[in-house]
Nanobody, 124 residues
């Protein structure tokens, strides 16, 4: 089992920055991918960014590329999402997810473990 807890989030004005973190516990993660997804009201959950524990490869949705940065601290078993130049359309609940040997990195169904989510609201 893997437990994930998100921290961060909140309210920020457009153009501002926020940082999210996801603390993982439980099984070892050497073969896992860690992802951030988000879901806005009335919309499907969408991929934001992902990183592999083993080699640190990163992946981003086109909508956040150049603005968001995902990183990890293996010793702390924590994944971070630094969000800059935030836009009102970034408003959503952000979820941390973990998946074992993920192939389709952008597909939510590939991730078996999920945090409870944290709200990010960007005002215009």
């Amino acid at each position: 089992q893997v437990q994930l807890v998100e921290f961060g989030g909140g309210l920020v004005q457009a153009g501002g920055s926020l940082s999210l973190s996801c603390a993982a516990s439980g099984r070892t993660f050497s073969s896992y991918a860690m992802g951030w997804f988000r879901q806005a009201p009335g919309k499907e959950r969408e991929f934001v960014a992902a990183i592999t524990w083993s080699n640190g490869n990163t992946y981003y949705a086109d909508s956040v590329k150049g603005r968001f940065t995902i990183s990890r601290d293996n010793a702390k078993r924590t994944v971070y999402l630094q969000m800059n130049s935030l836009k009102p359309e970034d408003t959503a609940v952000y979820y941390c997810a973990a998946g074992h040997e993920v192939v389709l990195i952008t597909t939510p169904q590939q991730y078996a473990y999920w945090g409870r989510g944290t709200q990010v609201t960007v005002s215009s």
